[in-house]
Each structure stands twice: as structure tokens, then as C-alpha cells.
């Protein structure tokens, strides 16, 4: 499968976050995730794109892979035991989206910039940690309904 550039390198732990909470988030945001049927995805500048790759979507669904590879790392490193949950969603939206490979790279790149950019400012569990999970995935969940919406 080519998505070998995702990262999903397992952190140090630090304290449990409300699992009870994060789970039902995570099957929420999941339920609106498994809806998607949308043929593609770019969400980087339009002069960049290749000619009909450009969808009215693509920024929403960009953010949505960066706000997957944030919540991948910040669950993990407040110990939530989802495994590969959100790196899993990540690879339902590439087999679903990425019908390139420039497609692919760019939902990658966004998933990893989540990823690297939490990695880079969070190294221990904490309440601020805690509450970025929350919004990521309220806002997740609000841009996976508004997209399951759209869809025809």
C-alpha cells in the first residue's frame, strides 16, 4: 500500500486522557469519515495542481488530514490505546481520495505536518495537550459531517 509516508512512530506516554470521552469522539468523527465518497483531493495552491485535480473541498479535506496526524500523535502521547485508529481513517481517505500520486503526497504531507508539529511542541501529556485533542476533534468531526453532506 503507498501509504508508507505516514508517520505513526508510537511517543513516550503521559497521563490518560478521558478515554470514555475520546472514544465516543473517535467513533463519532470515524462514522462521518466512513461516509466520504469524494473523488479527490489536493488543497494546496490551484497553480501547483494538475489540471481537474482542483475539487471545491480540497482546503477542508487537507485540514482534515493534518487534524488526523495531530490527533494521531497527541492520543498516543496521552496514552489512549487507539493503536493506528486515526492513522487507519488516514488510509481510508488516501485509498478513497488519492487517485494520483501527486494526490497522495499532498494528503500525506498534510498528515505528517500534523503529526510533526505537535511532535515538535508536546513531548509529555498535558492539559493543554489534552484540550487540543478535544478541539481537533470537534472540528474534525464538524468538517467530516459538513463534507458527508456535500457528497452526493
Known sequence: MATQGLEWQRPSTGRRVRPLRGACLAVALGAALSGLAIPAVTGFPQASAAPGDAKPYDDKLMRLAEILGAVHY??????????????DKMKEILDTEGSSAIRRA????????????????????????????ERFLAEGIQIGDGLVARSP
Request: net charge positive.
Open 106 to 133: 499532498r494528503l500525506t504531507r498534510s498528515f505528517n505536518q500534523g503529526y510533526r508539529s505537535y511532535r515538535r511542541t508536546y513531548v509529555t501529556c498535558t492539559p493543554t495537550a489534552q484540550s487540543s485533542i
Open 74 to 87: 497527541l492520543r498516543e502521547l496521552c496514552s489512549a490505546n487507539d493503536g493506528q485508529l486515526w492513522r
